[in-house]
């Protein structure tokens, strides 16, 4: 196994233990991420993000497949399932990351999944009729920005 297939089963299997200092390692300083609702995230908020939804997490189940990685780019494949606090509804998201990879660190995580899919599940009949545009994805994303701000400010990692 390459040592960044080891690097990406070594993060996930933290994921799945809800070990966020362990996932917080796998990244380089000048990381970045993104996905449909996380968007442009630095190495310091990545980190945070980590930490606030699995500290949030109660009930957050993973698992992964698929893993691949050479060199300087991997993907995985992966499933969360957990209720959305927000509304108290049960979600059920499939991704795909992609990463590439420098000096045994991820210094770019792209995180893709079906954003309707996500918004039915999470928020009900408002994602069912109108996840798909982009005042839900703007709200949603709005919100989780605002969330991590907080998270960070009240547990000093700004």
Same mark, same amino acid.
């Given at each position: 196994?390459?040592?960044?297939?080891r690097?990406?089963? #070594?993060?996930?299997?933290? =994921? $799945?233990?809800?070990?966020?200092?362990?996932?917080?390692?796998?990244?380089?300083? #000048?990381? &970045?991420?993104?996905?449909?609702?996380?968007?442009?995230?630095?190495?310091? %908020?990545? !980190?945070?993000?980590?930490?606030?939804l699995?500290?949030?997490? +109660?009930?957050? %189940?993973?698992?992964?497949?698929?893993? $691949?990685?050479d060199d300087?780019q991997?993907?995985?494949?992966? %499933?969360?399932?957990?209720?959305?606090?927000? #509304?108290?509804?049960?979600?059920?998201?499939?991704? !795909?990351?992609?990463? /590439? =990879?420098?000096?045994? +660190?991820? /210094?770019?995580? &792209?995180?893709?999944?079906s =954003?309707?899919?996500?918004?039915? $599940?999470?928020?009900?009949?408002?994602?069912?009729?109108?996840?798909?545009?982009?005042?839900i994805?703007?709200k /949603?994303?709005?919100?989780?920005?605002?969330?991590?701000? +907080?998270?960070?400010?009240?547990?000093? #990692?700004?």
């Amino acid at each position: 196994m390459h040592a960044n297939a080891r690097l990406l089963e #070594t993060f996930y299997q933290a =994921f $799945q233990n809800k070990d966020y200092a362990t996932m917080q390692a796998c990244y380089a300083d #000048t990381a &970045t991420f993104s996905d449909p609702v996380f968007q442009n995230l630095n190495a310091a %908020e990545v !980190r945070a993000m980590w930490e606030m939804l699995i500290r949030r997490g +109660k009930d957050l %189940e993973l698992t992964f497949s698929n893993i $691949q990685a050479d060199d300087r780019q991997g993907s995985a494949e992966w %499933e969360a399932r957990y209720t959305f606090s927000a #509304t108290g509804r049960p979600v059920v998201n499939r991704i !795909r990351s992609e990463f /590439v =990879f420098e000096n045994g +660190k991820i /210094v770019r995580q &792209t995180d893709r999944f079906s =954003f309707y899919n996500w918004a039915r $599940q999470a928020l009900g009949t408002p994602g069912l009729l109108l996840g798909w545009t982009g005042l839900i994805r703007g709200k /949603v994303r709005g919100m989780a920005r605002k969330n991590l701000a +907080k998270f960070m400010a009240e547990n000093g #990692t700004v």
